[in-house]
């Protein structure tokens, strides 16, 4: 699988604002935010996208999500609310081919997607 940036910043060769980390993810600030709080969250577990998750056990995919979720809480978004989005391929609008969920929050968004 290529190198993405995603892969970097796990191996520290690129400074992020990290947020959150434990054995199974890293969450770390948008360097372009595109709301108050933008969090991506990457599992430690390389996949290159949603699809590709397929290839994981269920229990794999649930941990992954399990943690986009406490990392919501752990940022204080879970009373407000927040928006959770998955790009994926070109259509998508995925930039990096590292699986990621953006974690929006921290005021009113607009509009259903992100
Ligand atoms: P996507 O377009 O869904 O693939 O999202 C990729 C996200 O990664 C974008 O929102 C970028 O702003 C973000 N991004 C790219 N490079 C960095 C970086 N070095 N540090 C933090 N976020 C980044």
């Not at 969090?39 to 992954?64: M, Y």
């Not at 609310?81 to 929006?104: E, F």
């Amino acid at each position: 699988m290529t190198e993405t940036i995603f892969d970097k910043i796990l191996a520290r060769q690129i400074p992020v604002q990290i947020v959150f980390e434990d054995k199974d993810v890293l969450a770390f600030n948008d360097i372009s935010p595109q709301a108050k709080v933008h969090v991506l969250v990457i599992p430690k577990k390389k996949a290159r996208n949603l699809t590709e998750l397929q290839t994981w056990t269920a229990q794999d995919v649930g941990c992954f999500f399990q943690k986009v979720g406490l990392v919501a809480v752990h940022l204080g978004l879970d009373r407000s609310g927040y928006r959770t989005v998955l790009n994926t391929g070109a259509d998508g609008g995925q930039s990096v081919d590292y699986v990621h969920a953006h974690i929006l929050g921290g005021e009113p968004l607009s509009g259903n997607f992100a």
